[in-house]
């Protein structure tokens, strides 16, 4: 669980070490001698846990067992990143708040405060071990027992609401100025100002980028619905770099900027999705593009691996901060501003869910940022 727009905490402001089933359910019986808590954290319609000063949970409310058709023992010692199957929870050294994604986690944050007897809220996300990403309303207030102090910590989901929130305000928008651009070249092409062929490229370069923008909003609609259907055919790959670089031909994003393909590229055939290759590919040029600067160059490339794998590489020379590399396949991240955040992400759905492949970079100052999106040869 992270989140990119709260100052960073330090995972290790709490302690790490778990305590014992024991222990835990002593902690149960101190606050049970409390008048009615149980019947009040039940009677809440959100989600809700008594979290120890080591983060973990010491009582759920009916409606979150409800939801995860569980018993109390069943989630009894587990932190909330564990109990949603966070994706940094499950590779940290010690679970849910010990990775270094962690120090983000909107979620962390709360409990945090109400361990040191704050009331605090927040939002955060939580991507899972399949990468569907939802979006909470968190909430966390003290709850204070003779010298010990427990988080009340109350969960809403808001991903609903989030994601239709989200997809309004990007590919709406964007539809929309489009439209609006069209329609000041009708006007620009009426006074004269430019050739009608210079008007024709102009509107169907617009034309391209509005069937593009409407093939992002059904391939995401597609994966949230898990409605998504694939097509595998046999691809070259020289064909694929050339038809991906050729797409930002004339477009402004690339002006100033060279896309530079290999003089000696060998030919990989491999079987896969071309509609799906194809969208992830032109997603991690078009972010390279927006990161890069004038006169920079941008390499694409190929290369068989082992004879098991296609890799394609995007080079440009710009580095991505480390803050930022953490949170680069988060959906909705993005350092171009709000309504943006989905190429990355959409990009690693579709290559690691969909196409049997995996998608990784490297970033450093000295190097420049290099995606790497490798697909198995024969469909698996």
């Known amino acids: 669980m992270t989140d990119s727009n709260e100052n960073i905490t330090p995972a290790c402001q709490t302690p790490e070490k778990r305590l014992s089933q024991k222990v ?25 846990l008594v979290l120890n000063g080591s983060r973990q949970i010491i009582f759920a409310n009916t409606v979150l067992l ?92 808001i991903t609903p609401v989030f994601r239709r929130q989200r997809t309004e305000r990007s590919f709406f928008g964007n539809l929309l100025n489009m439209l609006s651009n069209i329609d000041v070249m009708f006007d620009v092409g009426a006074s004269g100002e430019l050739s009608p062929d210079e008007q024709k490229h102009h509107i169907l370069r617009l034309t391209k980028t509005m069937n593009e923008q409407i093939n992002i909003i ?32 004339g477009d402004p994003i690339a002006e100033k900027r060279r896309i530079v393909l290999p003089e000696d590229k060998d030919n990989v055939s491999f079987k896969s999705d071309a509609r799906l290759v194809r969208r992830i590919m032109i997603n ?20 068989s691996e082992d004879n098991k794998n296609v890799v394609f590489s995007i080079f440009n020379p710009q580095y991505i901060p480390v803050e930022d590399q953490k949170l680069i396949f988060r959906q909705s991240f993005s350092t171009k501003g709000t309504g943006r955040g989905y190429g990355t992400y959409t990009a690693k759905i579709l290559a690691e869910r969909y196409l049997g492949g995996k998608l990784w970079f490297a970033s450093s100052p000295r190097h420049g940022t290099t995606f790497y999106v490798s697909f198995p040869l024969e469909d698996k």
């Not at 835990?24 to 809700?48: F, G, H, T, Y």
């Not at 020289?238 to 797409?247: E, N, R, S, T, Y």
């Not at 972010?287 to 290369?303: F, G, K, T, Y």
Request: overall charge negative; some cysteine; proline content about 2%.
């Open 24 to 48: 835990l359910k002593l902690q149960l019986r101190q606050l049970r001698c409390m008048v009615d808590w149980e019947m009040i954290i039940n009677s809440v319609p959100d989600m809700a």
């Open 66 to 157: 409800n939801l995860l058709d569980a018993e109390l023992d069943d989630v009894m010692g587990k932190r909330p990143g564990d109990l949603f199957h966070c994706v940094y929870a499950k590779d940290a050294p010690d679970g849910c708040g010990s990775s270094d994604f962690c120090k983000y986690c909107g979620a962390a944050k709360t409990i945090i405060g109400s361990l040191n007897r704050e009331v605090c809220s927040s939002e955060c996300s939580i991507t899972d071990i399949d990468m569907e990403t939802s979006r909470f309303k968190v909430w966390s207030s003290p709850l204070i027992v003779g010298e010990e102090v427990f988080s009340l910590f109350y969960i809403r989901d």
């Open 218 to 249: 059904q391939d995401i609609i597609a994966i949230e619905s898990n409605e998504l259907q694939t097509n595998f055919t046999r691809l070259d790959s020289c064909i694929m770099l050339k038809d991906v670089a050729g797409f930002f031909s």
């Open 284 to 303: 991690l040029l078009k972010n390279a593009l927006e990161a890069s600067q004038n006169n920079d160059i941008l390499n694409i490339e190929c290369a």
